[in-house]
């Protein structure tokens, strides 16, 4: 049966990207039973996606069941390079790492998740490890909060009532009162801060980043550990610098978005 009432969806498609999505993180295989019963599909449905999949390189067989191969990174990968925030960001990125000594990271609004898109890491001890695509809550997260607060009244209802799909049970769960105030604040401020919202030891900072439009599309933030930085230090310090690399990113995406395309003639 399709899930969509649109006649132009795609249910085996869909089908597909649903096997894709049903590896969980840390497991490398799972047998054909295991799958089918994670999507909701009958066996010899995905029996036949992942035939299909592993013709097309996505999926290897092995001998207890199917496991993924890297050219799956080739799907999130082209979203990134078409984006090429990525490549704007990462010097300045860079150099907020050398300035704050804390992992710097860029995420962008999924449903009421945020997706992280570009990272420059330092080797710290954290709670939840992050990387390219891992997704959070987004109302937990200051990226999240600045990502919330830029969207229009209607758009925040309909991204709110969306359920998570980041696994992750958060430690703050406001009512949408508290949830109005504090995207008010941060409407008011321009950033966002968050303490341990998320998770233990958490505390993080972020700032829109923005297209030639003035449209927020990503947000940055300076992320650190409650153990080892303070609030006074994350706003006092980490802040103005963090400030300074979004308005800096936000004015090269401009830059690019502005640049003059090259036109290609054609012989006849």
């Known amino acids: 049966m399709r899930r969509d009432g649109n006649p132009e969806f795609i ?46 390189g996505y999926v290897r067989s092995e001998e207890r069941g199917f496991s993924l191969t890297p050219r799956v990174l080739d799907l999130g990968m082209a979203y990134i390079g078409s984006t090429n925030l990525w490549e704007l960001a990462r010097p300045h990125l860079r ?11 860029i995420a962008q609004l999924d449903g009421s998740d945020i997706v992280y898109v570009a990272r420059v890491a330092v080797p710290k001890l954290v709670t939840l490890a992050v990387t390219i695509g891992t997704r959070f809550p987004a109302l937990q997260t200051s990226l999240g909060k600045v990502l919330l607060a830029a969207l229009s009244p209607g758009e925040l209802d309909r991204t709110l009532a969306e359920p998570s799909r ?83 990113i936000s004015a090269d995406r401009a830059a690019w978005q502005d640049r003059p395309l090259e036109t290609v003639e054609i012989a006849r």
């Open 11 to 56: 249910e085996a498609l869909a089908r597909g990207l649903d096997v894709l999505r049903c590896f969980p993180p840390g497991t490398s295989s799972l047998t054909l039973s295991e799958i089918a019963a994670v999507t909701g599909l009958a066996r010899p449905t995905a029996r036949r996606i992942l035939i299909t999949l592993t013709e097309l």
């Open 166 to 248: 980041s696994g992750i049970t958060p430690r703050w769960t406001p009512g949408r009162d508290e949830i109005d105030a504090a995207l008010r604040d941060v409407r008011a401020k321009g950033w966002a801060v968050t303490d341990e919202d998320l998770a233990l030891g958490i505390r993080s900072v972020a700032a829109p980043l923005r297209d030639g439009d003035g449209k927020v599309v990503a947000a940055a933030n300076v992320n650190a550990h409650a153990a080892e930085t303070s609030m006074d230090t994350l706003v006092g310090h980490h802040l103005p610098l963090l400030l300074r690399a979004a308005s800096a």
């Open 95 to 105: 150099e907020l790492v050398a300035q704050t000594g804390e992992s710097c990271s």
